[in-house]
């Protein structure tokens, strides 16, 4: 993958230099599990290396200085720029333990972030890019989450995100959580922060649950049960297919 640098001023690419070529050697490990196990077979042509507000102003208009398509991936290299952003999920809820977490997010936790744009390229997931069809998209998304966490982090890593997003789950499950898994980012309307993400806590625990509840632990059974319900034409939502329709409400 191509390394491009998108920065308004020279200070900004040195400043960021370091931590983009370390981010860049971790992900090529990464890359390397996702070809050897999770059928990674095309790679998107580069990572744009950009500051949060081109990345959210000029290369597009989603609040999140991470995403992906087909051919590059978009990033925010700056930890401090996501600390704030992510502590801006709190929307004045008072939940120390989160706020503590986010306001020490570490340059793993991001890299983590990358990983999971990386993810997303997997030939394992049904939808291309480009598709209209927007059928069991919580899986995916959880899906991203899940890997680069369970095979990047350490066991303490995991879980205090793990128990940070549970946090937020709960204090927001009553305002956002009324809707079906399947509605997938139908409140990204809503424009807060917190609405735009939960509808991505909630299909990380989903996917956490399918994982190591009902699968003991075996990443590639889950995947063959989604790619069956596909084989068998989508005949009902994936959570129905799942069991899971009522799972985290």
């Known amino acids: 993958m191509k390394q491009i640098y998108a920065f308004e001023r020279e200070e900004e690419f040195v400043k960021y230099r370091d931590v983009t070529q370390r981010f860049g050697e971790k992900l090529s490990e990464y890359q390397a599990i996702l070809e050897q196990q999770y059928g990674l077979t095309e790679l998107p042509k580069g990572i744009l290396w950009t500051s949060e507000e081109l990345a959210t102003t000029v290369f597009s208009n989603i609040p999140i200085p991470a995403y992906t398509n087909k051919d590059l991936i978009y990033m925010s290299p700056d930890v401090k720029s996501w600390r704030r952003i992510l502590l801006s999920q709190l929307d004045g809820k008072d939940l120390p333990d989160v706020q503590e977490f986010y306001e020490n997010y570490s340059e793993n936790q991001v890299f983590i972030i990358l990983a999971h ?58 305002k956002y959580g009324k809707h079906s898994l399947e509605d997938f980012g139908s409140l990204s309307y809503q424009g807060s922060l917190s609405s735009i993400m939960f509808d991505y806590w909630r299909s990380y625990l989903s996917v956490k649950y399918l994982v190591e509840e009902r699968a003991n632990n075996n990443v590639k059974q889950v995947f063959n049960t989604y790619h069956q319900w596909d084989r068998e034409g989508r005949k009902v939502p994936l959570t129905e297919y799942f069991g899971i329709e009522s799972l985290l409400k």
Do not use: V
């Open 117 to 174: 744009e990386l993810t997303h390229h997997s030939d394992l997931f049904l939808d291309e890019f480009d598709d209209e069809s927007e059928n069991g998209i919580w899986f995916e998304e959880g899906m991203c989450f899940y890997l680069p966490r369970k095979i990047l982090l350490s066991e303490k890593e995991f879980n205090e995100i793990t128990n940070t997003e549970i946090q937020l789950f709960e204090a927001f499950k009553d």
